[in-house]
């Protein structure tokens, strides 16, 4: 029986990194694009950060509600 090996350019990519990958890119160019200062309001204090500090963090935020609705109830 001969195996058959498979060359780098028959291996095929799964969507899922395609899909990552590309999400990457575009964080880090809108990283890279919102690096002015802006003033967030947190309750009483005004913080002032980067644009892209802000985002970070409302995306983790975002990321955490996510996760606590939608996990399975048991």
């Known amino acids: 029986m001969v195996k ?4 780098a ?6 969507g899922r990194v395609v ?3 590309v999400l990457v890119v575009l964080a880090v160019v ?9 003033e967030v309001r947190l309750l009483v204090p005004v913080v002032t950060l ?11 935020i975002g990321v ?3 996760l606590l609705v939608g996990r399975p109830r048991r």
């Open 4 to 7: 058959r090996q498979e060359s």
């Open 9 to 14: 350019v028959t291996r095929r990519v799964p």
């Open 19 to 21: 899909v990552g990958l």
């Open 30 to 38: 809108l990283a890279f694009e919102n690096r002015g200062l802006v």
């Open 50 to 60: 980067p644009l892209w500090t802000a985002l970070a963090g409302m995306l983790v």
């Open 64 to 66: 955490v509600i996510g």
